[in-house]
């Protein structure tokens, strides 16, 4: 159990952050739907570089999981078509609802309770989507 505090602690310090840079303000959210403001698309464009030079680094310095397994990266199918249409989908949950996954956390621990219902509307649709997988286009 205390082998995994320090996960806990690495997402209340993610959590603070996220609220300090107004990544959770819906106003900041709709802003960006409504191309009015760089706020939003400067973080995302940051966190879409710096993933791709993590992955990069994972992907040639011989990293190790926390069980000690090589992380191997492999290449995944080009399929635009699922992806098109997932992201059409996320887009408009986001734009709705006006938090992405990640935030939903942070606004319900900022005192946002409304979110619990967001929260428990998001994990019944990936339940659905786990029924549902095997019978989609991937």
């Known amino acids: 159990m205390f082998k995994n505090i320090k996960f806990l602690l690495l997402g209340v310090f993610f959590g603070i952050v996220m609220a300090k840079a107004q990544v959770i303000s819906w106003f900041r959210i709709y802003e960006m739907f409504r191309f009015e403001a760089f706020h939003m698309y400067g973080i995302i464009g940051s966190a879409v570089v710096l993933g791709v030079i993590i992955v990069q680094f ?8 926390i069980d000690g397994t090589i992380i191997t990266i492999e290449p995944k199918p080009k399929t635009y078509k699922a992806s098109i249409f997932g992201g ?51």
Not at 58 to 65: A, E, Q, V
Not at 98 to 109: E, K, Q, R, S, T
Request: charged share 10%; proline share 5%; glycine share 16%.
């Open 88 to 138: 059409i989908l996320f887009g408009l949950g986001w734009a709705l609802v006006g938090a992405c996954p990640g935030p939903i956390y942070v606004l319900i621990g900022a005192g946002f309770y409304g979110f619990i219902i967001v929260l428990l509307s998001a994990l019944f649709g990936t339940f659905c989507y786990g029924l549902v997988k095997e019978k989609l286009p991937h």
């Open 58 to 65: 994972i992907k040639h310095s011989n990293l190790k999981s």
